[in-house]
């Protein structure tokens, strides 16, 4: 998978979640919505998708207004379409549903042409001991990296 720039990344995912498959989905924007990404102002640290009457969308995600959007604006937190394969819809719902999973989105940017994609996870929930754990993983790497660069 070839990323462009990234307009938004929840970096709280991987400390609260396990993160077990990522799958890539377009979404369907408005332009002042597109515009607003690409100001890179947007937030989907609180967002999840959710699975309604067969189609996938995304919510809660925030993307601020457009300052010279006028009347035609977008509303910031709607409800936003996300376009997958009627199979990758199935294997998200079913993740969510039977497993107590959730699907988080990962990462929002804009590909090699330009068009607007989501990185969603299949999640699934850590407890305090694995949020322990990730942190303390996490200091002894950095600590590793600078004995190694000392020599």
Excluded: C
């Amino acid at each position: 998978m070839a990323e462009g720039r990234v307009a938004a990344e929840n970096r709280k995912a991987r400390y609260n979640y396990f993160i077990d498959d990522t799958l890539e989905a377009g979404v369907v924007l408005a332009g002042t919505e597109v515009k607003s990404l690409r100001e890179g102002r947007a937030d989907i640290s609180e967002s999840y998708a959710s699975e309604q009457g067969g189609e996938l969308f995304l919510v809660n995600a925030y993307i601020p207004e457009y300052t010279a959007g006028n009347r035609y604006n977008h509303q910031p937190r709607r409800r936003r379409k996300l376009l997958l394969h009627r199979r990758e819809i199935v294997k998200l719902s079913d993740h969510a549903n039977r497993e107590g999973g959730t699907v988080v989105p990962l990462r929002v940017y804009f590909n090699d042409r330009g068009i607007a994609k989501v990185l969603l996870g299949l999640a699934r929930g850590k407890r305090q001991h694995d949020k322990r754990h990730t942190i303390k993983e996490r200091d002894w790497n950095r600590q590793k990296q600078r004995l190694l660069r000392r020599g």
